[in-house]
T-cell receptor, first 112, second 113 residues
């Protein structure tokens, strides 16, 4: 079974600082997603990465993918309080590569 | 365009009762997925369905759990004879095709007393 590991599990950072969340996965996949989840809420799709070297940016978040290393990163630039949430990476796999295998999540708290 | 809808949002059941969770996909989406999230954990895939067909149920427990997506109406996840370990948030997602971005519903939080 495809394994997805994220680190760190918990991240507390001050506003204005930069940080990176890492996502490693165990077997080849052609799609990797980043989702955001606020407490008690559903998951919001942030990025989908499809190819080696793919980089996508939205506001203060930037995601990249290295398929050879089976590694994706989510970089946070100049964090603000509104970014506080849990961030999940998810890798497509399973029969037909239709199912998503999720990491354990990174709970980000941005301190004013 | 309404998003993925799930109901109920919260469900309380006593051990041994049945739980029925409903999911209406986004308009134009014919692929539905169910995931379970235990407290402080990531989501775990349960089952993938298209209209009237179960495509992949490799994540479903072998007993007590079943899912359907009829030609008309919502997808249903059914849990018979619930136990405390079934307490979790159950999320449904839909996509227009099998290898496209999945959009998640608000979830049903099941509590088994």
């Amino acid at each position: 079974e495809l394994k997805v590991e994220q680190n760190p599990l918990f991240l507390s950072m001050q506003e204005g600082k930069n940080y990176t969340i890492y996502c490693n996965y165990s077997t080849t996949s052609d799609r990797l997603y980043w989702y955001r989840q606020d407490p008690g809420k559903s998951l919001e799709s942030l990025f989908v990465l499809l190819s080696n070297g793919a980089v996508k940016q939205e506001g203060r978040l930037m995601a990249s993918l290295d398929t050879k290393a089976r590694l994706s990163t989510l970089h946070i630039t100049a964090a603000v309080h509104d970014l506080s949430a849990t961030y999940f990476c998810a890798v497509a796999g399973g029969a037909g590569a239709n199912n998503l295998f999720f990491g354990t999540g990174t709970r980000l708290t941005v301190i004013p | 365009n309404a998003g993925v809808m799930q109901n109920p949002r919260h469900l309380v059941r006593r051990r041994g009762q049945e739980a029925r969770l409903r999911c209406s996909p986004m308009k134009g989406h014919s692929h539905v997925y169910w995931y379970r999230q235990l407290p402080e954990e990531g989501l775990k895939f349960m089952v993938y369905l298209q209209k009237e067909n179960i495509i992949d149920e490799s994540g479903m427990p072998k007993e007590r759990f079943s899912a359907e997506f009829p030609k008309e109406g919502p997808s249903i996840l059914r849990i018979q004879q619930v136990v405390r370990g079934d307490s979790a948030a159950y999320f449904c997602a839909s996509s227009p095709g099998g290898r496209e971005t999945q959009y998640f519903g608000p979830g049903t939080r099941l509590l088994v007393l």
